[in-house]
């Protein structure tokens, strides 16, 4: 399976709709505002997805995901315990699955997912950890372990770091806080997409 390599996780439908015409073509929903919003917010989004052609990635979310029809799904180590993988694979979604040990590489593993995150790679602001930076060197050796799986970088990525993690045996490239943060996120996101598109 082939993904896009520059995948934008974004807070809402609001920033998805402002970023995906832009040329986005995988973006996540990692949504935390009022739960009752949700059903709303992922409507919207696939909405903006399937006109500009992108794929949606619903995060945290899988049954109101699989309830607006929505075929891809991000699980952290913490939502696994609840998600019921049986209805998640009878609907035909593809899961991607966060790590940041062996432990849970292995648990991720189990579940055939679509592809793999390790993060953070560097330290990241947006979101309080409680895993050191990985660095980019991990990405290599779980690049060796999960084979084609396409393997995601997330955590403190840059367009300056993006040949970096590409070396390292990344296949995507996942940002959150240089994006989010950006006093012109439309700039930085169309900076993003060259970058990508620039790597040899």
């Not at 896009?4 to 832009?22: H, N, S």
């Amino acid at each position: 399976m082939i993904l896009p390599r520059f995948y934008p996780v974004l807070p809402d439908a609001a920033m998805i709709a402002r970023l995906v015409p832009l040329g986005v073509r995988l973006v996540q929903l990692r949504f935390k505002g009022d739960a009752c919003d949700i059903n709303a917010q992922i409507a919207a989004s696939l909405a903006i997805c399937a006109q500009y052609g992108a794929q949606l990635v619903v995060n945290d979310y899988w049954q109101e995901a699989l309830d607006q029809g929505a075929d891809f799904i991000h699980l952290g180590q913490g939502d696994l315990g609840s998600a019921d993988f049986v209805a998640i694979a009878r609907a035909g979604a593809r899961l991607g699955i966060s790590t940041h040990d062996r432990v849970e590489l292995d648990r991720a593993l189990a579940l055939s997912p679509a592809y793999i995150a390790l993060g953070p790679i560097w330290a990241t602001l947006l979101k309080q950890m409680p895993w050191r930076p990985q660095g980019p060197d991990k990405l290599t050796r779980w690049k060796t372990r999960i084979g084609e799986i396409p393997l995601v970088a997330i955590g403190g990525l840059t367009p300056a770091r993006l040949p970096e993690v590409f070396a390292a045996g990344a296949d995507v490239a996942a940002v959150v806080t240089d994006l989010v943060t950006a006093s012109d996120p439309e700039a930085q996101t169309r900076l993003w997409i060259n970058s990508v598109g620039a790597r040899p």
